[in-house]
């Protein structure tokens, strides 16, 4: 993440559906577009036509639908999560139509996932 952040390219989607790991077990980051149709219960469209990664999108990006490098550092946070808890989804009990109002209403957003 941080060679694409030098280098001002904005991911979107990072989770753990889009890494890979190669012969010599470095993770590598994707975004084959595959995860959309192998994991189409991730990406939800909030009434705009464009399908977003809800669980891992940071409210700023949630209600204003702008992605920042910060934004990238957020999905990059919720996916160690997600490898720390062996591949669990984030707030799975979310109603990813409630995940902007639910993150400004909690104190602490950043320990708040599940």
């Not at 001002?8 to 084959?32: F, G, M, P, W, Y």
């Not at 999108?57 to 957020?74: G, I, M, T």
């Amino acid at each position: 993440m941080t060679y694409l952040a030098r280098r001002e390219v904005i991911h979107k989607d990072l989770a753990s559906r889009n890494c890979v790991i190669d012969d010599t077990l470095q993770v590598k980051i994707t975004d084959n577009a595959l995860s959309r149709d192998l994991f189409p219960m991730d990406y939800h469209c909030l009434g705009d036509n464009e399908n977003r990664p809800v669980q891992w999108v940071v409210l700023e990006s949630l209600v204003n639908n702008e992605f920042f490098s910060a934004s990238d550092v957020w999905a990059f946070r919720v996916m160690l999560w997600e490898l720390m808890t062996l591949g669990q989804t984030p707030y799975v009990d979310m109603d990813p139509f409630e995940m902007a109002v639910y993150l400004k209403d909690v104190n602490d957003p950043a320990v708040q996932l599940s």
